[in-house]
């Protein structure tokens, strides 16, 4: 065989050993991303490098796919919860409103005042009407105006909020330049929803990091050396209502998450907590 014959071998041998690794490689994210979907977890992101233009443009929409169905997951999963928060406040008001009235009618009564009866309707009125109070309160604070987004200084609003909490220790890495596109009094209160949880739950130590993804999308971590959650109430802290506390009310959490949601960002609790910490939630805001 002339040298020329088997120098294109070699090139054809070389080319189809190269285009074998290529489609075992491109086999190999697809198995990724169908295991990804199947574990519901939507945040995965592909690597798009040694991928030609057109597969490249491919596995960025793919990566940009999972991202806007777990968006709209979020967004669903807030507005079922709003609409069963909803009928539940109403159907408990409408329940409790006439043992509330009733139990104080029967207070100034002569035959229950005095007698062995009051401290047990005082018990009856006293629970249902920090019942109404409670319930009553979750629905103006979830009734809340739509959000005036600007372009906010991330860095200056967690400033501004680091110094409502002097006694607890800062380790914040944060790049001044960062701008966000959001409402900045809901963004403050959903920081200090957060710092209020860590610091119930123990932390003494808070941290706030700022990455940008390579889709643009800005990622704040949030974390503390709180108490950490428990296993098997990871999948709940969002839920209205649920909490882990003796005395907590269950309404920090999810409104968080609906104040971001609403405004096209969304907010996780990560499996793995930054270095040094015990706890951190993710926060993602649109490009």
């Excluded at 009618?105 to 005095?114: A, F, H, N, R």
């Excluded at 009553?136 to 909020?161: C, F, H, T, W």
Aim: glycine share 6%; aromatic share 8%; hydrophobic share 40%.
């Amino acid at each position: 065989m002339s040298t020329e014959l088997w120098i294109i071998a070699a090139v054809v041998a070389a080319f189809a050993l190269w285009f074998w690794h290529h489609q075992r490689m491109l086999a190999r994210r697809a198995r990724m991303m169908q295991e990804a979907i199947r574990n519901r977890d939507l945040t995965f992101r592909l690597p798009t490098r040694h991928l030609f233009s057109g597969e490249r443009a491919l596995q960025e929409a793919l990566n940009q796919l999972g991202e806007h169905v777990r968006e709209q997951v979020n967004l669903g999963e807030v507005e079922s919860w709003e609409k069963l928060t909803r009928v539940l406040t109403h159907e408990i008001m409408n329940a409790t409103a006439p043992i509330a009235s009733i139990s104080q009618m029967m207070l100034t009564s002569p035959t229950v005042k005095g007698s062995d009866l009051e401290e047990g309707v005082k018990a009856i009125h006293n629970t249902v009407t920090h019942l109404n109070s409670f319930v009553d309160g979750y629905r103006k604070y979830s009734e809340l105006q739509k959000p005036v987004p600007q372009m906010v200084n991330l860095a200056a609003v967690i400033s501004e909020v680091e110094r409502l909490y002097p006694d607890v220790e800062w380790h914040n890495e944060l790049q001044d330049e960062i701008m966000i596109k959001t409402d900045p009094n809901l963004l403050r209160q959903i920081l200090i929803n957060l710092i209020k949880n860590a610091i119930e739950a123990g932390a003494t130590k808070l941290g706030m990091e700022c990455r940008q993804s390579q889709e643009g999308r800005v990622m704040l971590y949030s974390s503390n050396n709180g108490e950490p959650i428990p296993a098997d109430a990871r999948s709940s802290i969002f839920i209205p209502f649920f909490t882990t506390k003796r005395k907590g009310n269950g309404i920090g959490l999810s409104l968080s998450r609906r104040l971001l949601t609403i405004q096209g960002g969304m907010m996780s609790l990560l499996d793995d907590p930054r270095p040094g910490f015990y706890t951190t939630f993710l926060m993602e805001f649109p490009r």
